[in-house]
Nanobody
Framework: QVHLTESGGGSVQAGGSLRLSCAASGYTSVTNCVVWFRQVPGKEREGVAAIVTYGHYPMYYADSVQGRFTISRDIHKNTVYLQMNSLNLEDTGMYFC????????????????????WGQGTQVTVSI
């Protein structure tokens, strides 16, 4: 059973930065797809960025965060990070990480129905 724990959320002023972490346990393979999603009340969960936990594969970003957010991994710590810079009000939301074992993500990485394993979420609030 894969277990995911997010951390690093908080309140920040517009233009500021935060780094989220997604620590995983229970993987039975090294090649897993990990995705950051975010959600605000009344809206669907939105895929933000995706990475494969091992090997040389593309990283994926939503258009809305391209150039501002960076997803990365620490193989030894089984942790995926989301560095968020130049935050704006539209980045406010609950951020979740999700995992798909034995996966290289692929072009439909943003489809939340693919993922069986989710963390509890960490809140990010951006204010003026």
């Amino acid at each position: 059973q894969v277990h995911l724990t997010e951390s690093g959320g908080g309140s920040v002023q517009a233009g500021g930065s935060l780094r989220l972490s997604c620590a995983a346990s229970g993987y039975t393979s090294v090649t897993n797809c990990v995705v950051w999603f975010r959600q605000v009340p009344g809206k669907e969960r939105e895929g933000v960025a995706a990475i494969v936990t091992y090997g040389h594969y593309p990283m994926y970003y939503a258009d809305s965060v391209q150039g501002r957010f960076t997803i990365s991994r620490d193989i030894h710590k089984n942790t995926v990070y989301l560095q968020m810079n130049s935050l704006n009000l539209e980045d406010t939301g609950m951020y979740f990480c999700a995992a798909e074992p034995l996966s290289r993500c692929g072009d439909d990485w943003y489809d939340s129905t693919r993922y069986d394993y989710w963390g509890q979420g960490t809140q990010v609030t951006v204010s003026i």
